[in-house]
T-cell receptor, first 119, second 115 residues
Framework: KAGVTQTPRYLIKTRGQQVTLSCSPISGHRSVSWYQQTPGQGLQFLFEYFSETQRNKGNFPGRFSGRQFSNSRSEMNVSTLELGDSALYLC??????????????????FGEGSRLTVL | KQEVTQIPAALSVPEGENLVLNCSFTDSAIYNLQWFRQDPGKGLTSLLLIQSSQREQTSGRLNASLDKSSGRSTLYIAASQPGDSATYLCAVRPGIYNQGGKLIFGQGTELSVKP
């Protein structure tokens, strides 16, 4: 069973540019969450999508946005990049919101992340 | 506001030693608690998931306990090995029902196991 796949793994951008990151969840998982990890702030929740709808949102500015497609794949976009956006962006999938109690354990499975460097 | 704290921030032990990592949270209203491992530059690997109604979970040499009333969880690693060297993260899912993919993470404990 394939795990969570994130692309690209590494990317370098300059201030003011925008970036799009992609995440393919585990087959059968319909919930995709995004996290930002930095040395200073640790892991912080960005947002979560289920059935193409945003279900939860963290405390990030509007420059951070996301979407989910009908096949559950998700993308996140950061516009007008700032130096402080340099981070490891992690995607997680789960069976959350499933109608099956047996499946809906709430366990999250993470991808390898996308390392963004803003110069 | 839920806050998660992990102590110690770093730990170095000789190979073969049993060790305990601590995690505390401020609000006992949690749906579950999950322990992760992270190797440098990598993503998170799920180790153990404890539902709020459970007291402990075991997987191989790992045992995690949960005391919701006191806001504490421990991860016990038996007979540590150099391959256990990594950062261990504790995360809680806030709320009394499953609110999806939002987790609150601690800052992690960086473990080094010396041969």
């Amino acid at each position: 069973k394939a795990g969570v796949t994130q692309t690209p793994r590494y990317l370098i951008k300059t201030r003011g540019q925008q970036v799009t990151l992609s995440c393919s969840p585990i087959s059968g998982h319909r919930s995709v969450s995004w996290y930002q990890q930095t040395p200073g702030q640790g892991l912080q929740f960005l947002f979560e999508y289920f059935s193409e709808t945003q279900r939860n949102k963290g405390n990030f500015p509007g420059r951070f946005s996301g979407r989910q497609f009908s096949n559950s794949r998700s993308e996140m976009n950061v516009s007008t990049l700032e130096l402080g956006d340099s981070a490891l962006y992690l995607c997680a999938s789960s069976s959350a919101w499933s109608f099956s109690v047996r499946l809906n354990t709430g366990e999250l499975f993470f991808g390898e992340g996308s390392r963004l460097t803003v110069l | 506001k839920q806050e998660v704290t992990q102590i110690p921030a770093a730990l170095s032990v000789p190979e073969g030693e049993n060790l305990v990592l601590n995690c505390s949270f401020t609000d006992s209203a949690i749906y579950n608690l999950q322990w992760f491992r992270q190797d440098p530059g990598k993503g998170l690997t799920s180790l153990l998931l404890i539902q709020s109604s459970q007291r402990e979970q075991t997987s191989g040499r790992l045992n995690a306990s949960l005391d919701k009333s006191s806001g504490r969880s421990t991860l016990y690693i038996a007979a540590s090995q150099p391959g256990d060297s990594a950062t261990y993260l504790c995360a809680v899912r806030p709320g009394i029902y499953n609110q999806g993919g939002k987790l609150i993470f601690g800052q992690g404990t960086e473990l080094s196991v010396k041969p």
